[in-house]
């Protein structure tokens, strides 16, 4: 069984920093893509970043230049470096882990909430 755990979020003030971590454990075959997505009260889940085994990433348009996904492959675990923090990206952020070919797995969230 697949369990994916994240870790790192909390309030911080505007122009702020976090650091989001997930790991994933578990897994009998090797991790491929990982990301980060976020949901706000009453909005969809959005992605926010995405990163492949290779390290190509890929990064949603509202936090382009603020935020930084990497991953250590050795520890199949994803992080996500927030700077610049904007009350607008206060939302409910969950992990997403590719794992082929069983499929898709996702953690529980962690709750980042930015004061203005």
């Known amino acids: 069984q697949v369990q994916v755990v994240e870790s790192g979020g909390g309030l911080v003030q505007a122009g702020g920093s976090l650091r989001l971590s997930c790991a994933a454990s578990?897994?009998?075959?090797?991790?491929?893509?990982m990301g980060w997505y976020r949901q706000a009260p009453g909005k969809q889940r959005d992605l926010v970043a995405t990163?492949?085994?290779?390290?190509?990433?890929n990064y949603a348009d509202s936090v382009k230049g603020r935020f930084t996904i990497s991953r250590d492959n050795a520890k199949n675990t994803v992080y996500l470096q927030m700077n610049s923090l904007k009350p607008d990206d206060t939302a409910v952020y969950y992990c997403?882990?590719?794992?082929?070919?069983?499929?898709?797995?996702w953690g529980q969230g962690t709750q980042v909430t930015v004061s203005s």
């Open positions: 997403h882990t590719e794992v082929r070919p069983l499929g898709d797995y």
């Open positions: 578990g897994s009998p075959f090797s991790i491929s893509a």
């Open positions: 990163i492949t085994r290779g390290d190509s990433t």
